[in-house]
C-alpha cells in the first residue's frame, strides 16, 4: 500500500504541486500551493468536489468569488469556468469524476 509521500508528484501551474491517485471512475488530486500563487480560469468536464485542508483559498467558481478556508468543501459542475487564488499556503484535496487522463504520469 503506497503512502502519499511516495507517489511522484507534478506541477500543474508555476506554485500548484500535485499528487494524483486514479481509480477506474475517478481521480484524487493533492495539492500543495504557494501562497500568492494563481491558477488560471479553466474549465473541464469533470465534476469536481474541493476540500480545504489546510490555508485560505479565494476561489471564483462560475463568475461567484469566495473564500474557502480550511475544513470548507464546495462542489464544482463540470464545464463550470473556476479560477483560485492561495491567499495562504494551502493543502487541497480535489476529487474528480471521471478520471483526469491529463493528470496521469
Request: aromatic content about 4%; charged content about 20%; hydrophobic content about 35%.
Given at each position: 500500500?503506497?503512502?502519499?509521500?511516495d507517489?511522484?508528484?507534478?506541477?500543474?501551474?508555476?506554485?500548484?504541486f500535485?499528487?494524483?491517485?486514479?481509480?477506474?471512475?475517478?481521480?484524487?488530486?493533492?495539492?500543495?500551493?504557494?501562497?500568492?500563487?494563481?491558477?488560471?480560469?479553466?474549465?473541464?468536464?469533470?465534476?469536481?468536489?474541493?476540500?480545504?485542508?489546510?490555508?485560505?483559498?479565494?476561489?471564483?467558481?462560475?463568475?461567484?468569488?469566495?473564500?474557502?478556508?480550511?475544513?470548507s468543501?464546495?462542489?464544482?459542475?463540470?464545464?463550470?469556468?473556476?479560477?483560485?487564488?492561495?491567499?495562504?499556503?494551502?493543502r487541497?484535496?480535489?476529487?474528480f469524476?471521471?478520471?483526469?487522463?491529463?493528470?496521469?504520469?
Open positions: 500500500m503506497p503512502h502519499l509521500s507517489i511522484k508528484g507534478k506541477e500543474i501551474v508555476p506554485g500548484y500535485g499528487r494524483f491517485v486514479h481509480g477506474e471512475t475517478m481521480t484524487l488530486s493533492f495539492v500543495d500551493i504557494e501562497q500568492g500563487k494563481s491558477l488560471p480560469e479553466h474549465s473541464h468536464p469533470h465534476e469536481q468536489i474541493t476540500h480545504i485542508l489546510e490555508g485560505e483559498l479565494e476561489m471564483i467558481i462560475g463568475g461567484e468569488k469566495m473564500v474557502l478556508t480550511a475544513g468543501v464546495y462542489v464544482i459542475p463540470g464545464n463550470t469556468p473556476h479560477s483560485a487564488t492561495a491567499l495562504t499556503q494551502c487541497v484535496l480535489d476529487a469524476h471521471p478520471v483526469r487522463e491529463d493528470y496521469k504520469i
